[in-house]
């Protein structure tokens, strides 16, 4: 069965199955983020909660390696994670802070077309 993918303008006919990639998990773009504020002990402590993270594919293409007899697909995620930075702190003066944040991270992956 063969259906019609739009990618970069382009109308192209693969196979669905080609195009049936798993996005990258919720832990691949949580460890893909810039390291957050510095905490420092007893006067500031900085940590992200409520996080939610949503995956866009961008653009995906099918490769093939030299010495490796199946096709590889390669794709190209934008996503975006939601989160609230909360800031706390005890010396001099008792403080918390909260705000909503968003970070976007780019992520390649690879598979290997089954």
């Not at 998990?25 to 996080?51: C, F, K, M, W």
Request: proline share 10%; aromatic share 6%.
């Amino acid at each position: 069965m063969l259906t019609l993918v739009m990618m970069a303008g382009l109308n192209l006919q693969q196979p669905a199955a080609l195009w049936e990639v798993d996005p990258p998990t919720d832990r691949e773009v949580l460890q893909a983020l810039p390291p957050g504020p510095v905490s420092i002990p007893l006067v500031r402590r900085v940590s992200r909660g409520e996080v939610t993270v949503v995956k866009n594919r961008l653009a995906g293409q099918e490769a093939r390696l030299f010495g490796v007899p199946v096709p590889v697909l390669t794709s190209h995620w934008e996503c975006v994670a939601y989160y609230r930075e909360t800031a706390r702190g005890v010396l001099p003066i008792p403080f918390e802070v909260s705000a909503d944040r968003a970070e976007v991270v780019y992520l390649d992956k690879t598979d290997v077309v089954k």
